[in-house]
């Protein structure tokens, strides 16, 4: 198990266990996270799991794929160096301590 650690729009942390094989998107629905919407359940086709990595954190999650790369330009909230789709975020065991902002906007 992993825990990570969600800051919601509205400022506030949570440290949510993760297991394995889950994604970053997943975690965040199945406990409820305000401002995390996963309109298209994953699938990479809608981009509404944007989440902002902390930036001293960037490495441990590596860089978005071509398809996620090309819908973090369509997000709501404005794009970061370190935005990430949250269901293109496997969870594995490196992660454990991930803190991850859930955009503001999605
Ligand atoms: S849930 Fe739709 S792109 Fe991540």
């Given at each position: ?10 400022g ?22 305000p401002?995390?919407?996963a ?68």
């Open positions: 198990m992993s825990k990570i650690q969600f800051l919601t729009p509205a506030v942390t949570h440290v949510l266990e993760a297991a394995p094989g889950s994604s970053v998107m997943e975690i965040a629905i199945q406990n409820g996270m401002g995390m919407v309109e298209c359940g994953g699938a990479g086709a809608c981009a509404t799991c944007h989440v902002y990595i902390d930036p001293a954190q960037t490495d441990l999650v590596g860089p978005a794929e071509d398809l996620e790369d090309d819908m973090l330009d369509g997000t709501t909230a404005a794009r970061k160096a370190n935005s990430r789709l949250a269901c293109q975020i496997e969870i594995h065991d490196g992660l454990d301590g991930l803190r991850v902002e859930i955009a503001p906007e999605q």
